[in-house]
């Protein structure tokens, strides 16, 4: 029963490879997202999307490639992985009604490259 | 840039109440103030949000000053699961913005 869930929750790879990392959300929200948290646990936002059409990007290098096949799920796909990739990536939706507005966010998936 | 100032860490013990205060002196009048928390290895989880009213929900409670430049989230009995780092967010709640998340602050519940 898990809102947001992301796949995998662990990733170790080799330099140069490419790898995806997963997310799907059951709660029916438009807009999704994509955050880094990096070794000094600063967040930050990568990318937004909104009814499967991208509304954000922030200064991410183009190695790094979301795809939203339909509104539940938000890929992260990742070229040419760089030591400086590692890092924990965290996916969120949003829910905005009459109450407001919250970001569920999945458990995270940890890359290690190495 | 995050526009709110909080606390590195604090310690409080258990069963205590938690009062982790957050400054944002530049906040607009159509901007909400968030609170999400991040207990270690796990996302980030939604608290409260509040405007200019103070708010309480079966977390916390939020407590907003009257020129609403500051802000102080209430954990009126910690417990040792409530350990973790709270970010305090001002934003805009229409839209479709991302949440621009500070250093936050550590909180430590001690037994």
């Known amino acids: 029963d898990t809102a947001v869930s992301q796949t995998p929750k662990y990733l170790v790879t080799q330099m140069g490879n490419d790898k995806s990392i997963k997310c799907e959300q059951n709660l029916g929200h438009d807009t999704m997202y994509w955050y880094k948290q990096d070794s000094k646990k600063f967040l930050k936002i990568m990318f937004s999307y909104n009814n499967k059409e991208l509304i954000i990007n922030e200064t991410v290098p183009n190695r790094f490639s979301p795809k939203s096949p339909d509104k539940a799920h938000l890929n992260l796909h990742i070229n040419s992985l760089e030591l400086g990739d590692s890092a924990v990536y965290f996916c969120a939706s949003r829910q905005y009604d009459t109450l407001g507005e919250t970001q569920y966010f999945g458990p995270g998936t940890r890359l290690l490259v190495l | 840039d995050a526009k709110t100032t909080q606390p590195p860490s604090m310690d409080c013990a258990e069963g205590r109440a938690a009062n982790l205060p957050c400054n944002h002196s530049t906040i607009s009048g159509n901007e909400y103030v968030y609170w999400y928390r991040q207990i270690h290895s796990q996302g980030p989880q939604y608290i409260i949000h509040g405007l200019k ?57 001690i037994a």
């Open chain 2, 53 to 109: 009213n103070n708010e309480t929900n079966e977390m916390a409670s939020l407590i907003i000053t009257e020129d609403r430049k500051s802000s102080t989230l209430i954990l009126p009995h910690a417990t040792l699961r409530d350990t973790a780092v709270y970010y305090c967010i001002v934003r805009v709640a229409s839209g479709n913005t991302p949440l621009v998340f500070g250093k936050g602050t550590r909180l430590s519940v």
